[in-house]
């Protein structure tokens, strides 16, 4: 009987039901759309921010301080603490291993530069590190970082160095003042040892790096006496967007939210991870780009968050309008009802029923087309479609029932408290 | 033995008109009880205090023991389920559900619904050929029959009905009354709100209001017979 007088009022007035249903999928369109863009855009963004170069900075906890001038490292290579290569390995062991996508060790080195078939010798930086090199992880697999992941951005006039060949890339600004080009050969001399390099490309970072001469690591080891060493690591880790909770003391946090700080890849957690599993290490957050995209992030998600809201809202105001007339249209049925013994609560039933059927069909319309929304609002702002998250469909239907339950909640309320006698008279 | 309606100086207000004024009276186990009394006479409003779809303003009235005053909502719901069966001048069908759905529609609401007992009570109204039938493909009489099965099917202590012939013609109204007739022999309590003298003199007894007072009690010569 209870589904026979549900499936019959959508018999009746079919036009009023769609006109729901269709006010129901809009709204859950726009919130798939919303959310779809709102998960997707935090991985995005920070994977566009990644690009910008790395968000963590790993040096020897006991390291004296820098003395660098027009940035150039003037300690002696025995001067303050170096850490060791063999280690870097861990870093794909921590929590959150799957979010630090890319490290790169440094090891700066003051060193004597002569071009071939030149005298003069010119005092230079030289900055040893990564490319593209293959870390073996503690668990066996092998895992391939280098500039390559932290700062791909970098642009090389011809190509950048191979890890294991005699070949270094010169910065831009001492290319032009040492005449360097790709395909020319340069001495470097440092404490009594040296090398022949041959430069493969004229890198431009806009940093210090325009002033050096990059080269791979394990040259650069050799040359300070250093071997399987290295002074600073930069590390490019996927982060949350800091927040008031994350900027607090983990000493002074309580076991459950100090497990919810752990388990949250904010920068402060993901650095105290790093620190748990190099021993003998400083980790800093490089705040100026995770401050940035932290703002970035929150902005873009509270607007997202308005236009769902603001979605929602429309369509529970349209779903509350269409079923406030239906109630008064069937007040003498709903009177009726009351009169034969039928309680508040089963009148409301066979609303709420025909609600929830509406938020079903809604809801899953509302899904699709949010979804082809959503892939077009992807591709105009990444470039590619957001990947399909089909989490989000019982999340958008349960979104949906709740709509259609609040929208209509008014006339429900109505339609449990109309009084039969006064309905029974026609009044 | 206890009456099963008793009605002591009951009072309805709607906020300075008196509908109902003092009225006592009592009805036993199987009378058949017209109710009569010119427009505004407070019949419709005493039928509606009796079968719980409103609240007296003062007085007592009792039906099977339940003093519907002291009733809350949830009671007065079960209340109107259990022991009350409605028949109104308008018939109130559901438009969209057939003869048999309306009959089972009391049943959804009093306990669970029983196809072959629905029908049973459709046959006793003599409607076995048109339990598909929705209320537009029904005559006015045959409607009115639907209403009488409907509010038969729970087994009620009160049939209560508001003018059931008001809206018939003269062959409907008589079939309507040979069913009360009926029914009142099979030994059900009946209160008829009614203009009809007709049906008045079918009845035990005639409670007469008049301007919410009750005027008089009588009894019909036939019943007298």
Redesign the interface.
């Known amino acids: ?2 589904l ?2 549900v499936s ?1 009022s959508f ?2 007035k079919p036009r009023r039901k769609v006109l729901t249903a269709a006010a129901l999928a809009l709204g859950m369109a726009v919130a798939t759309a919303t959310l779809e863009v709102a998960l997707d855009v935090g991985d995005r963004l920070a994977r566009e921010f990644r690009s910008l170069g790395a968000n963590l900075l790993v040096t020897p906890a006991s390291d004296t301080l820098p003395l660098e001038i027009g940035g150039v490292d003037y300690r002696p290579v025995d001067a303050g603490a170096y850490l060791p290569v063999s280690d870097l390995g861990k870093l794909k062991t921590i929590f959150w291993r799957n979010n630090v996508v890319g490290f790169a060790p440094f090891l700066d080195v003051p060193v004597s530069i002569s071009s071939s078939g030149s005298q003069e010798i010119s005092h230079e930086e030289m900055i040893g590190t990564w490319y593209s090199h293959s870390v073996t992880v503690p668990d066996g697999s092998a895992f391939t970082t280098g500039i390559s992941a932290t700062d791909p951005w970098w642009h090389v006039d011809g190509r950048w160095f191979s890890d294991a060949a005699e070949e270094g890339v010169a910065g831009a600004a001492l290319a032009q003042r040492l005449n360097l080009r790709a395909g020319s050969q340069i001495k470097i001399d440092a404490d009594g040892h040296s090398r022949t390099l041959t430069i493969t490309g004229i890198v431009s970072t806009g940093g210090r790096e325009d002033n050096s001469i990059l080269a791979p690591l394990e040259i650069a080891q050799e040359l300070a006496g250093r071997p399987g060493e290295y002074r600073r690591l930069l590390v490019s880790a996927l982060t949350k967007p800091a927040d008031s909770f994350s900027e607090r003391d983990p000493s002074t946090m309580t076991p459950v939210e100090y497990d919810r700080w752990y388990c949250s890849p904010y920068i402060s957690s993901i650095s105290h991870q790093i620190q748990q599993q190099l021993p003998g290490v400083e980790v800093r957050a490089i705040r100026q780009v995770a401050e940035g995209e932290g703002r970035i992030l929150t902005r873009v998600s509270g607007l997202m968050w308005i236009v769902t809201i603001a979605a929602l809202f429309a369509a529970a105001l349209a779903v509350g309008a269409t079923s406030a007339t239906t109630v008064l249209e069937r007040r ?2 709903i009177g ?9 609560r ?1 009148v409301s039933a066979f609303f709420v029923a025909e609600q929830l059927f509406l938020a079903l069909v809604g809801g899953v319309l509302g899904y699709a087309l949010g979804i082809v929304l959503a892939r077009e609002l992807g591709i105009g702002i990444f470039g590619t479609a957001p990947e399909l998250r089909w989490i989000l469909l019982p999340i958008v239907l349960v979104l949906a029932a709740v709509v259609a339950l609040l929208g209509s909640l008014l006339p429900l309320g109505r339609a449990s408290r109309v009084d ?2 006064p309905v ?3 009044e | 033995m206890v009456p099963l309606v008793q009605v002591e100086k009951l009072e309805k207000r709607f906020g300075e008109v008196c509908a109902l004024d003092r009225v006592t009276f009592e009805v036993e186990a199987g009378e058949w009880i017209a109710i009569m009394g010119p427009s505004g006479s407070g019949k419709t409003t005493l039928i509606n205090i009796l079968g719980g779809l409103d609240h007296p303003s003062a007085g007592r009235v009792v039906v099977d023991g339940l003093e519907i005053g002291n009733l809350g909502e949830r009671e007065l719901t079960r209340y109107r389920a259990d022991k009350i069966g409605f028949v109104f001048q308008q018939f109130h069908l559901v438009p969209y559900l057939t003869a048999l759905e309306n009959v089972m529609l009391a049943q959804y609401f009093h306990s669970i619904t029983d196809e072959k007992e629905a029908a049973q009570a459709l046959g006793r109204v003599g409607l076995s050929d048109r339990l598909t039938h929705v209320p537009a493909e029904l005559s006015g009489g045959e409607q009115q029959r639907v209403a009488i099965a409907r509010a038969l099917i729970n087994q009620p202590k009160v049939i209560l009905a508001d003018e059931p012939t008001g809206n018939l013609d003269e062959a409907n109204e008589a079939v309507v009354l040979k069913l009360l007739r009926e029914l009142h022999d099979a030994g059900h309590t009946i209160l008829v709100v009614t203009h009809s003298q007709a049906i008045g003199n079918l009845a035990d007894r005639r409670v007469e209001l008049e301007h919410g007072r009750l005027a008089r009690i009588t009894v019909p010569s036939m019943a007298k017979e």
């Not at chain 1, 009726?336 to 508040?344: D, E, N, P, T, V």
């Open positions: 009987m209870f026979r007088i019959d018999t009746r003498s049925e009726l009802m009351k009169a034969l013994g039928a309680s508040r089963a039969p006698a029974l008279r026609g």
